[in-house]
């Protein structure tokens, strides 16, 4: 069984994926009487038809046992989905490139540095939000609308990966 090397999280190794969503490095500009510093467009809500809604939901999250086996990725393939941590706690990302379904071989790990999130591009393979704390509560920005936005790829045996963020 391969295990992920987790990562840390860089806008230039996640671009195939998403964006990270961050202060650090990004453009800005002042705003309201020079008293608030605006980071501009750090992540584009992606949404497949004109009929779709961007939406702001929070999600609490529970942390799975360590090391986990990565059985499974889901995919968006109508909208984005951002994840924005509010606690300040690091968590980790698994993702895969788009396709018809995500290759073990190409699947990355990244561990995010507490002040920052992700944005999930429309059809990335993407583990479900793995929170290292106990409990964690993240802002979500995703896709409300028609059709079905979830589409779940279980991994044979041979094709499962191991995750242990204490390598």
Request: glycine share 0%; charged share 20%.
């Given at each position: 069984m391969r295990t992920?090397?987790?990562?840390?999280l860089?806008?230039?190794?996640?671009a195939p994926f998403g964006d990270v969503i961050e202060t650090d490095g990004s453009d800005h500009f002042m705003i309201n009487n020079g008293s608030t510093m605006r980071?501009?467009?750090?992540?584009?809500?992606?949404?497949a038809t004109p009929d779709d809604k961007?939406?702001?939901?929070i999600f609490r999250a529970e942390a799975l046992d360590m090391p986990l086996t990565i059985s499974m990725l889901e995919r968006h393939p109508l909208g984005s989905q951002a994840f924005i941590p509010l606690l300040g706690h690091p968590f980790l990302v698994v993702v895969a490139p788009l396709g018809d379904a995500p290759e073990p071989e190409l699947t990355r790990a990244f561990i995010t540095n507490g002040r920052q999130g992700v944005n999930y591009h429309r059809g990335v393979w993407h583990h479900p939000v793995l929170t290292i704390e106990k409990r964690d509560d993240f802002l979500v920005v995703d896709r409300s609308g028609s059709g079905n936005n979830c589409d779940e790829h279980f991994f044979e045996e041979s094709q499962k990966m191991v995750l242990d963020p204490q390598l």
């Open positions: 992920l090397i987790i990562e840390p860089t806008k230039a190794a996640f980071f501009h467009r750090l992540a584009e809500v992606e949404t961007a939406i702001i939901s």
